[in-house]
């Protein structure tokens, strides 16, 4: 696991002492150990999922709010969901080739693809929301080449409308997109959607897994 760290040093990830930090450091000196899938569930569920009422992305009304950022900024969580990651990333490449590089959407999917672009060893995209009006008046940030197999990651997946709009922007740009991995599906249309847009979709996890 983030085999790559080790070129960094020993003082590369040393944090200010916690319960997380102390985790990341174990879990960096144990680079062979699998992450146990049920127990990282758990661990996302206990620090992101969130109960009332609230307004989704999509527009759909819900009793309960993954927060995405409660669990993208532990690293602890953060440095296991980049090993599944490149598990999956790994996959996909026995079907399609090389993947060429890992796309991410600006705010929530930065710091997952940042970190399984190091897991991996394979360069990110990050993707804004939109044509920034200065500088070099990018949407997409990083290099990109005609023909380059990518993979767009996901924080939480809904109907899939941001990763149907990331398919097309990378596709306008001359990428191919060939899967679509989020960290939790709401199981809400988002397989179908993007399934039927002709591209795959593979979840780490449902919201059944989280025991929504």
């Known amino acids: ?58 527009g759909k009304k819900s009793s309960y709010y993954l927060d995405k950022y409660r669990f993208s900024t532990r690293p602890e969580i953060l440095i296991q969901l980049a090993e599944l990651f490149r598990e999956e990333i790994e996959a996909i490449e026995a079907k399609n ?37 200065y500088g070099t008046a990018n949407q997409l940030e990083g290099t990109i080449e005609h023909g380059d197999r990518v993979v767009f990651l996901e924080d939480v997946a809904t109907t899939g409308g941001q990763s149907i709009e990331a398919i097309r922007v990378l596709g306008d740009a001359g990428a191919v997109v060939c899967a679509v991995v989020c960290v939790i599906d709401r199981q809400e249309g988002a397989r179908e959607n993007i399934t039927q847009a002709g591209v795959e979709f593979r979840a780490l996890f449902t919201k059944t897994d989280l025991g929504v």
């Open 97 to 133: 080739g090389t993947i060429h590089r890992l796309a991410g959407a600006e705010l929530g999917g930065i710091p997952l693809v940042s970190a399984a672009s190091i897991a991996a060893d394979r360069p990110s995209i990050f993707i804004r929301n939109a044509k920034k009006d």
């Open 1 to 58: 696991m983030f085999q790559n760290f080790a070129q960094f040093g020993p003082t590369t990830h040393n944090f200010h002492a916690s319960a997380g930090s102390e985790l990341f450091s174990e879990t960096m000196t144990n680079t062979n150990a699998p992450v146990d899938r049920s127990a990282l569930a758990a661990q996302i569920a206990d620090v992101s999922l969130l109960r009332g009422e609230f307004t989704l992305r999509s």
